[in-house]
T-cell receptor, first 113, second 111 residues
Framework: GAGVSQSPSNKVTEKGKDVELRCDPI?????LYWYRQSLGQGLEFLIY????????KSGLPSDRFSAERTGGSVSTLTIQRTQQEDSAVYLC???????????FGPGTRLLVL | GQQLNQSPQSMFIQEGEDVSMNCTSS?????WLWYKQDPGEGPVLLIA?????ELTSNGRLTAQFGITRKDSFLNISASIPSDVGIYFC???????????FGTGTSLTVIP
């Protein structure tokens, strides 16, 4: 079946603008994760959603970052007042169960000028 | 957050050679995953390990869950050019839901 999809695939924005990144998880997967990957680095955990439970926001780097997941499916990661250091690849992953194996989308490459 | 030490950071090998890489942690994990990431793509799951001592193969790839539960190894036999990419380990604590990722091993295969 279809894998995890993310949009847009690339986003260029000006410093100070807000951006929204979208993730469509694999159908039926209850868990959804957002990660940030800077150039040449590993994956930095941002936020985790599991079913209708309150999300684990412990990885969000500042209050400019927020995410929501509507209807237990699609998720949107919002970065307000973007800074140049926000430039990175933002990866979404979904899992069929809580704490289960994660399947990644292709990522959104964000460049803040 | 948790620190996963992945080594080596990069490898340059001749086609046909075997490759070994590993991940270590100061914490005990109950799950280890190995991913490969091609340029411009998201990581793709290669092997999942769920039990200490477990040895699992996927074609030319073999991974092991260390008996101390603090490390894992990935071996690639008879490397080919399409093995090029970045390999990441990921571990999950017994008490948590999230996975912690290593910093990756960049593999270059010279034909």
């Amino acid at each position: 079946g279809a894998g995890v999809s993310q949009s847009p695939s690339n986003k260029v924005t000006e410093k100070g603008k807000d951006v929204e990144l979208r993730c469509d998880p694999i159908s039926g997967h209850t868990a959804l994760y957002w990660y940030r990957q800077s150039l040449g680095q590993g994956l930095e955990f941002l936020i985790y959603f599991q079913g209708n439970s309150a999300p684990d926001k412990s990885g969000l780097p500042s209050d400019r970052f927020s995410a929501e997941r509507t209807g237990g499916s699609v998720s949107t990661l919002t970065i307000q007042r973007t800074q140049q250091e926000d430039s990175a690849v933002y990866l979404c992953a979904s899992s069929p169960t809580r704490g289960g194996t994660q399947y990644f989308g292709p990522g959104t490459r964000l460049l803040v000028l | 957050g948790q620190q996963l030490n992945q080594s080596p950071q990069s490898m340059f090998i001749q086609e046909g050679e075997d490759v070994s890489m590993n991940c270590t942690s100061s914490s005990i994990f109950n799950t280890w995953l190995w991913y490969k990431q091609d340029p411009g793509e998201g990581p793709v799951l290669l092997i999942a390990l769920y039990k200490a001592g477990e040895l699992t193969s996927n074609g030319r790839l073999t991974a092991q869950f260390g008996i101390t539960r603090k490390d894992s190894f990935l071996n690639i036999s008879a490397s080919i050019p399409s093995d090029v990419g970045i390999y990441f380990c990921a571990g999950q604590l017994i008490t948590g839901n999230q996975f912690y990722f290593g910093t990756g091993t960049s593999l270059t295969v010279i034909p």
